[in-house]
């Protein structure tokens, strides 16, 4: 099967532009999740999606970041205006089921200049 | 303050050599996951974890849950070159929210 797609790969932006990033998750998976791995760290959750209902953004910079899966499918995570401590990974992936094991993308390495 | 810790942080083996890396945390873990990350991509989904005392392998790595389901271990035999990477263990700390925190991982050098 197809795995996560994720798009860009990399983006360079200076700091207050804005910037968006896209999630195909694998096909037939209900759960999103959209993670943040600065440099030397774990991810961190940023947002976690079931079909198109957001379940938890407890950790989502919410003056900054916002997200959306419209259609329970595709998922697209921005950034408005964008900080220096933004320069990071964005990570996605999906389950099947919120309790299944995560398959995670490639990533969008983001940095701020 | 860091909920998984992992050690160590880093570790350079000799090629053919045993290792074992360790994720402790001071609270229950209802679900423990093992994940592999290689520089510029994204985690692979090596193993789970939820019944205290399970274990599990596949290939060359085996990876354990204590029976207090509070500390895991992985454990690589006779290692290869294409073992080298981050190694990042996940777990859910939280009953029932299942949101997975992550440890800070271990890389792993493999030298010939």
């Known amino acids: 099967e197809a795995g996560v797609a994720q798009s860009p790969r990399y983006k360079i932006i200076e700091k207050r532009q804005s910037v968006a990033f896209w999630c195909n998750p694998i096909?037939?998976?209900?759960?999103l999740y959209w993670y943040q791995q600065i440099l030397g760290q774990g991810p961190k959750l940023l947002i976690q999606f079931q079909n198109n209902g957001v379940v938890d953004d407890s950790q989502l910079p919410k003056d900054r970041f916002s997200a959306e899966r419209l259609k329970g499918v595709d998922s697209t995570l921005k950034i408005q205006p964008a900080k220096l401590e933004d320069s990071a990974v964005y990570l996605c992936a999906s389950s099947r089921w919120s309790n299944q094991p995560q398959h995670f993308g490639d990533g969008t390495r983001l940095s701020i200049l | 303050s860091q909920e998984l810790e992992q050690s160590p942080q880093s570790l350079i083996v000799q090629e053919g050599k045993n290792l074992t890396i360790n994720c402790t945390s001071s609270k229950t873990l209802y679900g423990l996951y093992w994940y592999k990350q290689k520089y510029g991509e994204g985690l692979i989904f090596l193993m789970m974890?939820?019944?205290?005392?399970e274990e599990k392998s596949h290939e060359k790595i085996t990876a354990k849950l204590d029976e207090k389901k509070q500390q895991s271990s992985l454990h690589i035999t006779a290692s290869q070159p294409s073992h080298a990477g981050i190694y990042l263990c996940g777990a859910d700390v939280n009953f029932g929210n299942e949101k997975l925190t992550f440890g800070t991982g271990t890389r792993l050098t493999i030298i010939p």
């Open positions: 974890l939820q019944k205290g005392g």
């Open positions: 096909s037939g998976h209900a759960t």
